[in-house]
């Protein structure tokens, strides 16, 4: 598996790009199926349907989503809505998946979180060694994002 990064990224979007040796199918199963999901993120009601609403069990609250493109194998985009507790404002952003199949038969995913980095930039080193932990890259090339801040890389 390999990580790059988007040159050019704007400062209120967390990008990550991945080559894995799995099929696209298998991807978008780990993407959609709630205990597949689950897994790697957090527990879900997900159903894969444009416009269809489902939650993450947060660790605090409720992660509250929305369904707003689902192309099976391609495409998966959804809202984001974090309500915190006391601590003011929801946390509103949109998540995209972009699968393609390689030519070795594996698949190229692109993640962009949309609105995410401006809002919780002290997470953003998080959120980095989240994706490397779900994604198995434990050891391995560290997956950057293009808008990471030096500093929060040399925590990393």
């Not at 988007?6 to 298998?26: G, I, M």
């Not at 780990?30 to 999901?37: D, G, H, Y």
């Not at 560290?142 to 990393?156: F, G, M, Q, S």
Request: proline share 8%.
């Amino acid at each position: 598996m390999n990580a790059g990064n988007q040159s050019e990224a704007t400062p209120d979007v967390l990008e990550f790009e991945y080559d894995l040796a799995e099929p696209p199918e298998k991807v978008w199963r780990a993407l959609t199926v709630p205990e597949l999901l689950a897994a790697w993120m957090m527990p879900n009601d997900i159903k894969p349907e444009t416009g269809s609403r489902f939650a993450f069990a947060g660790p605090d609250t409720a992660i509250e989503c929305e369904i707003l493109d689902a192309e099976p194998e391609r495409l998966l985009r959804y809202s984001w809505r974090e309500q915190p507790g006391d601590a003011g404002d929801p946390f509103d952003s949109v998540v995209t998946f972009t699968l393609a199949r390689t030519v070795s038969g594996g698949t190229h995913l692109r993640i962009v979180h949309d609105g995410f980095a401006g809002k919780a930039m002290p997470a953003v080193a998080m959120a980095g060694a989240g994706c490397r932990l779900s994604l198995g890259l434990q050891g391995r090339a560290k997956p950057v994002a293009a808008n990471i801040p030096n500093t929060l890389l040399l925590a990393a």
